[in-house]
């Protein structure tokens, strides 16, 4: 059974950095699946943050991250990671790691219904 666990959320002032992680197993082939970020805040859509697709690692970002996260990946150990620099008070949301198929439409990468497996999530508070 493919799983997914997010780890490295918590409080951080504005302006400072951390960086989330999101460990699968189940996998045999995960170097093949795309994979994402998404946040979510109460009363509001979750929404795609960040993706990483297989083979060369395309990288695609939400306008609001865009130059200050980074996407990356490690196939090796089966984890994905989100580094989250000059982060904003906006920026606090729970933050939910996910993998898709692998075959994800370019046009639909921030589509929740892109990615079939998703983790818990891992809370994010930047302070003012």
């Known amino acids: 059974q493919r799983q997914l666990a997010e780890s490295g959320g918590g409080s951080v002032r504005a302006g400072g950095s951390r960086r989330l992680s999101c460990a699968a197993s189940?996998?045999?082939?995960?170097?093949?699946?795309?994979l994402g970020w998404f946040r979510q805040v109460p009363g509001k859509e979750r929404e795609g943050v960040a993706t990483?697709?297989?083979?060369?690692?395309?990288?695609y970002y939400a306008n609001s991250v865009r130059g200050r996260f980074t996407i990356s990946r490690d196939n090796a150990k089966n984890i994905v990671y989100l580094q989250m620099d000059s982060l904003k008070p906006e920026d606090t949301a729970m933050y939910y790691c996910?993998?898709?198929?692998?075959?994800?439409?370019?046009?639909?990468?921030?589509?929740?219904?892109?990615?079939?497996?998703w983790g818990q999530g891992t809370q994010v508070t930047v302070s003012s």
């Open positions: 990483i697709y297989p083979g060369a690692g395309s990288t």
């Open positions: 996910a993998a898709g198929p692998k075959y994800c439409p370019i046009s639909s990468w921030a589509r929740i219904d892109t990615y079939n497996y």
């Open positions: 189940g996998y045999t082939d995960y170097s093949a699946y795309c």
